[in-house]
């Protein structure tokens, strides 16, 4: 079974500084997907980012991009420029590519990264 | 554009009592659709997921239940809520495949 490792419960940053939140992840499949997942305040899981591991270009968007080793296992998260509405839990996910018969493409999460922004 | 609605928002339940929650996805049809746990302080749990109507995995054995009457709508019950059954429940829905999953508001339970 894979598992999803978020070893920072908490981290905090400077507004307009720069962030990396870690992860790793334990599998034997080659071919999976990963994300990374903000829940502010409100608790609603927002999509940040996804990364296909076939790909060896990290993925970005805007302020937030990722550093992918597959080799290491490893998926973290830069989020650049910080800013107030920054602040919240993020989790990273996995989630395999074989799809069963019945379908299978349930999300395996960490226990997330609580961020909060410094004015 | 696609978008997903959950209620109730929040819900107190004796032990005991029974539970549903409902979650219905608009601007897509035959979405893939899962029910997740969170419980305070944790990552999410996959709980039920369906690739389409009455077609239910379930990955956690317990006392609760889900059914999908229609396609688009998913529904998390229960006969006997347990004080362990508290939690913040999500739901969300994909496309299938490659693609990701996106969430609704979800709904606070507390059992007393």
């Known amino acids: 079974a894979q598992t999803v490792t978020q070893s920072q419960p908490e981290m905090s940053v400077q507004e307009a500084e720069t962030v990396t939140l870690s992860c790793t992840y334990d599998?034997?499949?080659?071919?999976?997907?990963l994300f990374w997942y903000k829940q502010p305040p409100s608790r609603q899981m927002i999509l940040v980012i996804r990364q296909e591991a076939y790909k060896q270009q990290n993925a970005t968007e805007n302020r937030f991009s990722v550093n992918f080793q597959k080799a290491a296992k490893s998926f973290s998260l830069k989020i650049s420029d910080s800013q107030l509405g920054d602040a919240a839990m993020y989790f990273c996910?996995?989630?395999?590519?074989?799809?069963?018969?019945?379908?299978?493409?349930?999300?395996?999460f960490g226990t997330g990264t609580r961020l909060t922004i410094i004015p | 554009s696609q978008t997903i609605h959950q209620w109730p928002a929040t819900l107190v339940q004796p032990v005991g009592s029974p539970l549903s929650l409902e979650c219905t996805v608009e601007?897509?049809?035959?979405?893939?659709l899962y029910w997740y746990r969170q419980a305070a302080g944790r990552g999410l749990q996959l709980l039920f997921y369906?690739?389409?109507?009455?077609?239910i995995s379930s990955e956690v054995p317990q006392n609760l239940s889900a059914s999908r009457p229609q396609d688009r709508q998913f529904i998390l019950s229960s006969k006997k809520l347990l004080l362990s059954d508290s939690g913040f429940y999500l739901c969300?829905?994909?496309?299938?495949?490659?693609?990701?999953?996106?969430f609704g508001p979800g709904t606070r339970l507390t059992v007393t």
């Open positions: 601007g897509t049809s035959n979405p893939n």
């Open positions: 369906s690739v389409g109507i009455g077609q």
């Open positions: 996910a996995y989630r395999s590519s074989f799809i069963s018969n019945f379908g299978n493409e349930k999300l395996t």
């Open positions: 969300a829905w994909s496309f299938g495949g490659p693609y990701e999953q996106y």
């Open positions: 599998t034997s499949e080659s071919d999976y997907y």
